[in-house]
């Protein structure tokens, strides 16, 4: 069993930044597919970026390519989150996840992770 934790969600004006950080209880962590979804009220939860088991890729949603950076830090068992030009749009609860697999095809499904973290509230004001 493997808790996250994540912190460092705000509120914060368009275009401005903020950094995500998720702490696991385990090293094993290090070795799963790690990522970040989000979910806005009344809308699914959504994939934002991840970490692909065993091949290290990283992968991003379409609508955060480009201004969103997923980064890992194994010698702590973190991940983050470096989120720049936010939009109003972006404003969700940030979830960081971990599965012990890597399995391309469902890499940005929800139900693909077994770990999740309690969640960070991120608010983005026009």
């Known amino acids: 069993q493997i808790q996250l934790v994540e912190s460092g969600g705000g509120s914060v004006q368009a275009g401005g930044s903020l950094t995500l950080s998720c702490a696991a209880s385990?090293?094993?962590?290090?070795?799963?597919?790690r990522g970040w979804f989000r979910q806005a009220p009344g809308k699914e939860r959504e994939f934002v970026a991840a970490?692909?088991?065993?091949?290290?890729?990283?992968y991003y949603a379409d609508s955060v390519k480009g201004r969103f950076t997923i980064s890992k830090d194994n010698s702590k068992n973190t991940i983050a989150l470096q989120m720049d030009l936010l939009k109003p749009e972006d404003t969700a609860v940030y979830y960081c996840?971990?599965?012990?697999?890597?399995?391309?095809?469902?890499?940005?499904?929800?139900?693909?992770?077994?770990?999740w973290g309690q969640g960070t509230q991120v608010t983005v004001s026009s």
């Open positions: 996840a971990a599965a012990p697999r890597g399995i391309l095809s469902t890499l940005r499904a929800p139900d693909a992770y077994d770990y």
């Open positions: 385990s090293r094993d962590f290090n070795s799963y597919t």
């Open positions: 970490f692909r088991r065993t091949y290290g890729q990283t």
